[in-house]
Structure formats: structure tokens, C-alpha cells
């Protein structure tokens, strides 16, 4: 497939291990602006593992990752300044228990980007009302479903402005009837124009909202397709078997 809008991100032969143990294995990836690139592969094949390389969680043994044009390997690399620009939203929500909601999404605009707080407030007010929160903004963390935290940890990452955003198996610890309200408002990121990278194991999901699928198996990457290709004509067998399992 080729790639005609503008490079958002691009990853050239990364390399991880973790003591001897080779879990990404020369990964090559580009993402470009706008699109929505979904991560498919058997539990344990480093999808997570390469996300949080992407956000500099990780330390990388080999290969190149430039964002925006900008070279993000070497110890050089400010990670602190370059995830502001990079949004993660994790499994386990990651909130703060001790603070409000309010409070929770504010603290990267205040303290890290040294905002105006009115100004990142009524941001963060909006995002809120978006998600159908607002009239949760005084809760605590444990005054809330798994939904809604997830929600709110969402709004916590886009409050920051990124350009793109990273979503690691966001729905893997909720309950069935919270999945709906969480992917819903990943798709409508999506139909925003916002670049993302997403872990999922939602099948449907992916097919709706991926521009792109890259299917991993043990630390590599196997396959690239659109999801329309993907999922009706996967050119591996180790795709088609990974569908099999999920009946797909
Ligand atoms: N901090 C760590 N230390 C040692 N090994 C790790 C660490 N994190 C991950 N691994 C190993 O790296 C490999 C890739 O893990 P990763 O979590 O990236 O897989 P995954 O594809 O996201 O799996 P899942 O779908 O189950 O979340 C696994 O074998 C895992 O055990």
C-alpha cells in the first residue's frame, strides 16, 4: 500500500529485548496524519511492548524511530517534551485515586505545559461534555465505572493537544456492556482526523475503525492490509489461523 499524506511517524528496524529475549525483532512502520493504523496479533507477540517503545516507556535495543520528522533514538532524545505530543491510554486507566477527575486531566495542561488554568479548564470541560462526563468532573477515581474511567482517561491524554494518540487494549478490563461507550469514542476520534495507533482485540471494532491493519506475530510484523482485505483475505496463514481462533 502506499502512503501519500504527510509522515507522521515512522519506525525502521526497531529492535527490543528484554535481557536475552528478542521481543521486537526489526519492526518497519509509517503512519501518516490522519490515519487510524490498528495493531492485531496473538497475546504475547510485543504489541504493547512496541507501543510503549513508540512513547519512550521503553528503552529500544536497535532501529530508528522519528517523529515528525525528528530522530527519536539516543539517550539525547526528551522524552518528558515528546509525550506531550503523544497520548497513551493504557488498560488499567492509570488515574490518579487521590484526585478529582478534574484534577486528574488537568495536571499534565497545568503542570507540564504550564497552561492558563481558565484556558485549560474550559478544554477540559468540553472534552468532558463530549464524552458525556461533565456532571462527573468533582468524582473520584472510585466513584466510577470502568467505562467511564476509561473515558475519562482518554480525555485526560487529548487534553494535552497530542498529534497522534496510542490506545493500548483500552476495552481489556471492562465489562461487556462498558466496551460499547468506549470504542464509540474512539470512532468518533477517528471520524475527527485524529492519527492513532490501536492495540485491540474487538474484531469488529478494528474492521470499522482501522485505515490500516498491521498484523504481529512474534516480534515481527507479518502483514499489512486494509481491514476489508484483512479480514476477508488474509495473506498469511498465521493471520488467517489468528482469525480462526477468534471466529472471524
Ligand atoms: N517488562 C518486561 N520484562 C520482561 N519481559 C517482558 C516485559 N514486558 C513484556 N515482556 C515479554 O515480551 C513479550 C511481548 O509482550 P507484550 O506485552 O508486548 O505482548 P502483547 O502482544 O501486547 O500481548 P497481549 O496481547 O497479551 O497484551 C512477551 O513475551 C512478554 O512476556
Known amino acids: 500500500m502506499t502512503n501519500t499524506g504527510e509522515l507522521l511517524l515512522e519506525v525502521q528496524g526497531l529492535q527490543k529485548s528484554f535481557g536475552e529475549r528478542l521481543v521486537l525483532n526489526g519492526i518497519d512502520l509509517q503512519v501518516v496524519k490522519g490515519e487510524v493504523t490498528v495493531i ?20 529500544v535495543q536497535g532501529g530508528r524511530i522519528s517523529y515528525s520528522g525528528q530522530d527519536l533514538a539516543g539517550p539525547q532524545v526528551n522524552w518528558r517534551e515528546v509525550r506531550q505530543r503523544i497520548g497513551m491510554v493504557f488498560q ?10 478534574l484534577d486528574n486531566i488537568l495536571l499534565g495542561p497545568l503542570k507540564v505545559q504550564k497552561r492558563e488554568p ?28 470502568g467505562g467511564q474511567k476509561q473515558r475519562i482517561a482518554i480525555v485526560r491524554a487529548l487534553c ?41 482485540h474487538e474484531m469488529g471494532f478494528a474492521k470499522s475503525v482501522g485505515d490500516r491493519i498491521v498484523f504481529m506475530d512474534q516480534g515481527s510484523i507479518c502483514e499489512i492490509a486494509e481491514p476489508q482485505q484483512f479480514f476477508t483475505q488474509p495473506a498469511t496463514e498465521r493471520a488467517q489461523h489468528f482469525l480462526d481462533i477468534f471466529q472471524y
Open 40 to 59: 492485531l496479533g496473538p497475546s504475547g507477540c510485543g504489541k504493547s511492548t512496541l507501543l510503549r517503545c513508540l512513547n519512550g516507556l521503553e528503552p
Open 92 to 101: 488499567n486507566y492509570e488515574l490518579f485515586p487521590h484526585m478529582t477527575v
Open 118 to 145: 481558565k484556558e485549560a479548564r474550559q478544554q477540559a470541560e468540553q472534552l468532558l461534555d463530549r464524552v458525556g462526563l461533565l456532571d462527573r468532573k468533582d468524582a473520584y477515581p472510585r466513584q466510577l465505572s
Open 160 to 200: 494535552m493537544n497530542p498529534e497522534i494518540m496510542l490506545f493500548d487494549e483500552v476495552t481489556a478490563s471492562l465489562d461487556p456492556e462498558m466496551v460499547r461507550e468506549v470504542l464509540d469514542v474512539i470512532l468518533g476520534l477517528a471520524e475527527q482526523g485524529m492519527t492513532m495507533i490501536i492495540v485491540t
